[in-house]
């Protein structure tokens, strides 16, 4: 079956510009979460959705924002980008009744 | 704050040797996991630990979880060059939410096998 497919997988943007990634999670799967990952800080928690209600979210400044929608696909946005948001973005995906969560291949962020 | 860390963070071994990687984490928690992450790549998922005394294998890995401990280790054996990669243990912190999908990851342990 499909995994986590998430659009786009490269992309560069210039500085205060906004950028939206996307993400679809494995067929069945409610419960859709985010992470940052970069060499400085590794693998840091964004936030979560379930059921297009974001349920958890991490210690990130608002301009980090995302939305689930009603077939479970989630999006994530970041308004007025910095050099620090330069990134690996990672999607995971979960049943909610289940205990494994599975990553995306993730979209490679470069903000210059 | 749920804080993890791994030991050590970069490990060189040869092809046959056996080791361990280990992951301590600072609050209760009975859902550990161990990830796999080759250079540019995804998380690959390895093994999720549910509760204390668990231990899983597949092929030469084999993970185990001591809750009281807050310990989790990672156990190569007879390495091969294919192993070499980045290992993240991860722990969900469930005195902070319920639904089992916030993780707090270590840093990472780069293993390096040489032939």
């Known amino acids: 079956k499909a995994g986590v497919t998430q659009t786009p997988r490269y992309l560069i943007k210039t500085r205060g510009q906004q950028v939206t990634l996307s993400c679809s999670p494995i067929s069945g799967h409610r419960s859709v979460s985010w992470y940052q990952q970069t060499p400085g800080q590794g693998l840091q928690f964004l936030f979560e959705?379930?059921?297009?209600?974001?349920?958890n979210k991490g210690n990130f400044p608002g301009r980090f924002s995302g939305r689930q929608f009603s077939n479970s696909r989630s999006e994530m946005n970041v308004s007025t980008l910095e050099l620090g948001d330069s990134a690996l973005y990672l999607c995971?995906?979960?049943?909610?009744?289940?205990?494994?969560?599975?990553f995306g291949e993730g979209s490679w962020l470069t903000v210059v | 704050e749920l804080k993890v860390e791994q030991n050590p963070l970069f490990l060189s071994m040869q092809e046959g040797k056996n080791y361990t990687i280990y992951c301590n984490y600072s609050?209760?928690?009975?859902?550990l996991y161990w990830y796999r992450q080759d250079p540019g790549k995804s998380l690959e998922s390895l093994f999720v630990?549910?509760?204390?005394?668990a231990v899983k294998q597949e092929g030469r890995l084999m993970a185990s979880l001591d809750t009281k401990a807050r310990l989790s280790t990672l156990h190569i054996t007879a390495a091969v060059h294919d192993l070499s990669a980045t290992y993240f243990c991860?722990?969900?912190?469930?005195?902070?939410?319920?639904?089992?999908?916030?993780?707090?990851f270590g840093e990472g342990t780069q293993l390096t096998v040489n032939p």
């Open positions: 995971a995906s979960r049943m909610f009744s289940g205990n494994t969560i599975y």
């Open positions: 991860a722990v969900v912190d469930h005195q902070k939410e319920t639904s089992g999908s916030r993780l707090t």
């Open positions: 959705y379930f059921s297009e209600t974001q349920r």
């Open positions: 609050t209760t928690s009975d859902r």
């Open positions: 630990l549910l509760s204390n005394g």
